[in-house]
């Protein structure tokens, strides 16, 4: 498990890391084609500099909240939903933060959930309404640690900061495109003595141009995947239980509903693909936001040392299959008394028979 964890951190930055200079080599490219030389090229690079670090203040600051106005949650507290409150309150002291996260329902069937916020002082957690009708207690402690991971490992920030580069990849692209389109470097052209080496240097730029911003989109797609599988890990390490988080992607995996308000820009953010595919896939596209899910539940497996018979589906996702109302709504909500107490989990061994009396002397 630890070693997981290391491993996708290192493929993060690793990622993150060719992003930059990605973004680097655009701009030092464009720059020499446009001004002339490494003089312009450096020059162009500091413009682009500026602009990222005001792009990144103001997606740092309301970057949040806009998901959250945009996904259509709404904030609870501790009365409206004890029971989900008390899971984050839970995971919050696992995860050592200073301060329990913001929580927020969203009121749709689809089963989902995700985490945003800057840091751990300025975080919130979301959940469906499906989310919490469909999983048990154990369940749903495995989801929220794996959102609690991401803001204990300040992905959000990181996911941010990489989508801030990756626009400015785009956008530069795409005015240099235009405007080479548009006769832009014909009258500089004319009058440019340096012949041959200016020439190179305006093909190298349209070829990166071209290409740049796809390379840069499938890498931070492929952060993204990263990200979920170092959430994954990171969770099992709070709860010590990755049979319950593998069951619960278990469960959304069958659930065969797309979350209405979700779309292209926040889809990343979830625990599973709120954009519901007809076919599922085994194998991981270059534009995927998301790991294939049978991968990650079968991680999460190796990890429970137990093979796919073990999940079984949760007490509440069986009753709203079976069509079974009063079993599906679980226990009282005003309560907060854990979904086992109805008994032991489907996975849970028996306990062992008493002991025979002792003879009498």
């Known amino acids: 498990m630890y070693e997981q964890i290391r491993s996708n951190r290192r493929a993060s930055w690793l990622l993150m890391g060719f992003v930059v200079a990605l973004l680097a080599a655009l701009g030092f490219a464009i720059g020499a084609a446009v001004i002339g030389g490494p003089r312009g090229g450096i020059g162009l690079l500091g413009v682009f500099g500026i602009a990222a670090i005001a792009w990144s203040v103001l997606g740092y600051y309301s970057g949040d909240k806009m998901v959250l106005a945009v996904s259509g949650a709404h904030q ?8 989900l409150f008390n899971v984050v309150e839970e995971m919050t002291i696992a995860a050592g933060l200073p301060n329990v996260p913001a929580v927020y329902v969203i009121e749709e069937p689809a089963p989902n959930a995700f985490a945003t916020g800057r840091d751990p002082q300025h975080s919130s957690i979301a959940v469906t309404r499906g989310m919490m009708q469909m999983l048990d207690r154990e ?3 495995g989801v929220v640690a794996h959102e609690m991971s991401h803001i204990r490992n300040y992905d959000i920030r990181f996911a941010t900061l990489v989508g801030i580069l990756v626009g400015m990849i785009a956008l530069v692209a795409d005015f240099f495109l235009r405007f080479s389109f ?7 052209r004319g009058g440019d003595s340096s012949g041959n080496a ?3 240097m305006l093909v190298v730029a349209l070829v990166l141009a071209i290409l740049a911003p796809l390379a840069a989109y499938s890498v931070q797609f492929a952060i993204s995947r990263r990200r979920e599988y170092l959430a994954d890990a990171s969770g099992v390490e709070l709860t010590r239980n990755p ?6 992607l278990s469960d959304i995996a069958g659930d065969p509903q797309p979350l209405r308000h979700a779309n292209r820009a926040t889809a990343h953010l979830y625990i599973a693909n709120p954009l519901k595919k007809r076919k599922t896939k085994e194998v991981s596209g270059v534009f995927d936001t998301h790991p294939p899910i049978q991968k990650r539940i079968g991680i999460l497996l190796e990890m429970a040392h137990v093979g796919p018979e073990a999940l079984v589906p949760g007490r509440r996702a069986a009753a709203v299959a079976a069509g ?11 309560s907060g008394a854990p979904s086992r107490a109805a008994g032991p989990l489907p996975h849970e061994p028996p306990p062992p028979p008493a002991a025979p009396p002792a003879p009498l002397a």
Do not use: K, Y
């Not at 548009?182 to 500089?188: H, K, L, M, Q, T």
């Not at 049979?243 to 619960?248: N, Q």
């Not at 079974?324 to 005003?334: E, I, K, L, M, Q």
């Open 139 to 141: 369940e749903l402690q």
């Open 243 to 248: 049979l319950g988080l593998a069951r619960a």
């Open 76 to 83: 609870v507290t501790h009365e409206n939903e004890p029971q």
């Open 182 to 188: 548009f006769g832009g470097f014909g009258r500089r």
């Open 324 to 334: 079974d109302s009063t079993a599906a709504a679980g226990p009282s909500r005003a």
């Open 198 to 200: 200016g020439a190179i």
